[in-house]
């Protein structure tokens, strides 16, 4: 079987994915070719010696911008690899990532993750290539690669069979339908510095345990994220809590 999602990486700094891809369950997903994530380094399609890669801006101001005529020859030529295959360029300009979001790019066969580095592309990058730009939040990091990581990450958990337990995913906070936090979880021992498992979890009534993790989860909501209520729309025992917490 083919791995069901190949991502191409573009960046000027592969190095820093080695120890990403090379432990935990991203290690096991490419072991077994779940999915495939491919490095490559755009200085490689740079022709003078020195590989440059940036230039001043015109008009004056502070550092320095990514060559169109280096970044536009090799995109290209990775996506004259495939039929389809989303472009999405890294930017803090973008539109923000998340798990809706990353639901919908779990449907893709190829994901292709444009990295930008020091102040950004020539303006002719995204004219040319029509990217989908993202951002994975409101901050400016070095560069496109720590999100291209968390991009990666966070869609790698949606294609089936990757993680362990096949539903483990499913009741995710922030899924499609799922718009508040997760319950609260324990493990053994049941006491510790004096404070105990709730017993509820101890009493093997599966119904009664699931009303309470229910409940824990809208309380957990209400106190640590109640923005998260107000985009409460459709589902009816969230509305009411909502309405009740105001
Ligand atoms: N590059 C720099 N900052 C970024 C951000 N917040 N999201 C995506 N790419 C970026």
């Not at 030529?77 to 989303?86: N, P």
């Not at 990353?102 to 020091?118: D, F, N, S, V």
């Amino acid at each position: 079987m083919p791995p069901a999602i190949r991502f191409d990486v573009l960046t000027l700094f592969p190095g820093i994915f080695e120890g990403f891809l090379s432990e935990s369950v991203l290690k096991g997903a490419l072991a077994t070719q779940k999915i495939e994530v491919r490095l490559h380094n755009m200085r490689d399609w740079a022709e003078d010696k020195h590989a440059t890669m940036d230039d001043r801006p015109f008009g004056g101001g502070p550092g320095m911008l990514l060559k169109v005529d280096r970044v536009v020859p090799c995109v290209e030529e990775i996506q004259r690899q495939h039929q389809s295959g989303r472009l999405l360029m890294l930017t803090p300009q973008g539109r923000c990532f998340n798990q809706v979001f990353a639901e919908e790019l779990a449907t893709e066969q190829q994901i292709i993750l444009l990295c930008g580095r020091y102040e950004g592309f020539d303006e002719r990058v995204a004219e040319i290539l029509k990217p989908e730009e993202v951002s994975i939040g409101d901050y400016i990091l070095n560069g496109g690669e720590v999100a291209a990581m968390v991009m990666i990450e966070t869609v790698m958990r949606l294609v089936p069979e990757v993680l362990g337990d096949e539903n483990s995913n499913r009741l995710d906070s922030f899924s499609t339908g799922n718009r508040i936090l997760d319950c609260a979880h324990y493990t053994r021992p049941r006491e510790y510095r004096g404070i105990a498992v709730p017993e509820i979890l101890l009493s093997g009534n599966h119904a009664e345990i699931a009303r309470w993790r229910e409940e824990n989860s809208l309380q957990r909501t209400k106190e640590k994220r109640p923005d998260l209520l107000k985009s409460v729309s459709n589902d009816s025992t969230l509305r009411s809590f909502a309405v009740e917490n105001k």
